[in-house]
Structures are given as C-alpha cells and as structure tokens.
C-alpha cells in the first residue's frame, strides 16, 4: 500500500481506499458489510467465490458479525492467509478462531472449509496447501497464480501482513504458498500465501485497530518503508479499515468513512 504517490485506477478511484471509522466494532461491522457484499458480487460475477482469512486477534469481531449477515454461504470457498504449524485443535490455530467465530455459528459446509495440515514440514505444509489451492482455483487466462476473489489481512506491528514478516521469503517468490520457520511473532513456524498470491487476488482487505497498529499503518501508507510487508501490497483494490486510534498518524486523515 503506498499512498504516496497515490494509486489511480481508470474508474476515476484513487487506492487503496482508507476507511477510518471510530472504533473497533465500527472497524468490525463495516468490514463484515463490505465482505457480505463482495460475496454476493463474486457469487453473481463468478459463480463461485474463494476468500482467504486473517488470523491474529483483529477479525474474530468480523467473523462473528459476517456469521450474522450472510444467510447463503453456496459457493463460497474459506481459505487461511496463513497458518501457524501448531497440533491440530490448538486454540493458537487461525482455524481454531474461524471456526469458532464464522463456520459454526454460520453453520458453513465442512467442504468449504479448507484448513492447512498443520503436521508436515513448514515446506512440505506449504506445498500441500498450494497444491489444494491450485486444484480449487484455477488461474485466470494468461496468468501463472491462482486469484483469491478476497484476502482478507490484519497488520502486525513491524507491518507483517498474514505470515509475511519483514525481509521474508514469501516476499520475492512466484510460489502461492511459503513456508516460515522463523517468524518473530510466535508460534514461529507458519505458512503463508505469497505476496504474489496476495496481490494476485481480487480484493484485498486490510483491518487494523487500536494504538499498537497506527505507526505499522502510517508506514504502510507512507511508501517511504518498503521494509514493511504492508507497504508492499498492490494499492489498487485493495481497502484499509481503521479505528481512529490506529488513524492517528495519518498524513491526512481521510474523509471519516459514514459506515452503511
Ligand atoms: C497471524 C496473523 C497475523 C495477524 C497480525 C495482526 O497468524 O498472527 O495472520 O498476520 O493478522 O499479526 O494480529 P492481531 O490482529 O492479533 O493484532
């Protein structure tokens, strides 16, 4: 993301589009409503809509708000951004809390739920779920990599985007998948999708709240940190949530985002 200079598409938009809203449920219930509606449109578009999750501890209040607004999940495809290698049932699994925060209670088909396996090598896991991800999604005419109709992303606080930490492999590769053994924030190993992949995709979503995240997100939308993950994903189409408390640095405070 890199606002400076800012992205222009030929549709007369200026990207990535920063909604700074209040708070965090603020934060939570606009996403969930942009989400609801961009699987309508896939599903309308494409038939068939594959979304790829965040984990961390942002978007549970997403997830259980978008269990709450889609009432016709056919056709749509949840995959994890990334994965920690962690026993499968550990509670420190993303499954774990999307599982518990959207599949259940949205009571979405178990095969349209694709988990990692978490019990193989970080290299063998990552070539295990690209393998799937490539069976599932086929890539558009002309191009080498899968296209995800949404990644959803939190933003870490060194400006990580799904398991892409500053400096990562999964940063310069045109695999879907990597594999990290050594990510700073634990569980260290993880899979991640590439930033190919996520850039690849339809739509990116990043949700960000709270005081810890406004100088991750100020030098994500600096474009003066290429250090930072963040910084790095494609401008265009692709939307930042905010709270006020992670807008705080903003250059320029965007236009406070009226939610729907
Ligand atoms: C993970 C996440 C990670 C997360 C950020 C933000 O597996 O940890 O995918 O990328 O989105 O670290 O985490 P919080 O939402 O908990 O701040």
Redesign the pocket.
């Known amino acids: 993301m890199n606002l400076g200079p800012v992205a222009h598409d030929d549709r007369g938009g200026t990207w990535p589009q920063v909604h700074v809203v209040a708070t965090a449920d603020a934060v939570a219930e606009h996403a969930a409503r942009l989400i609801a509606r961009w699987i309508a449109d896939s599903r309308r578009d494409h038939g068939v809509v594959h979304v790829a999750l ?6 549970g209040a997403t997830y259980r708000r978008l269990a709450a607004l889609v009432d016709d999940w056919s056709d749509v495809h949840l995959w994890l ?4 290698l962690v026993p499968a049932g550990d509670p420190l699994a ?1 499954i774990h809390a999307i599982r518990r925060d959207l599949v259940l209670p949205a009571a979405i088909p178990a095969d349209q739920v694709h988990p990692v396996v978490t019990g193989l090598s970080a290299d063998a896991a990552a070539a295990d779920y690209e393998r799937q991800i490539r069976a599932a999604l086929p890539a558009p005419p002309g191009r080498a990599t899968p296209r995800f109709s949404l990644v959803l ?5 060194d400006g ?5 930490f500053p400096g990562g492999a999964g940063l310069a590769t045109d695999r879907v998948c990597v594999g990290v053994t050594d990510a700073p ?1 634990p569980p260290a190993r ?1 899979i ?1 999708l590439s930033l190919g992949a996520i850039n690849a995709a339809a739509r990116r979503l990043v ?4 005081a ?2 406004t100088e991750p997100l100020a030098r994500a939308l600096s474009g003066a940190e290429p250090a930072s993950p963040a910084a790095l994903l494609a401008p265009v189409d692709t939307v930042v949530i905010v709270d006020a408390d992670a807008a705080r640095l903003l250059r320029r405070v965007p236009r406070p985002h009226a939610p729907h």
């Open positions: 965040a984990g961390g501890r942002t978007p951004g990334d994965e920690r993303n992303l939190g933003l870490g606080e990580h985007v799904a398991s892409l924030k993880r991640s949700i960000a709240t709270g810890a995240k």
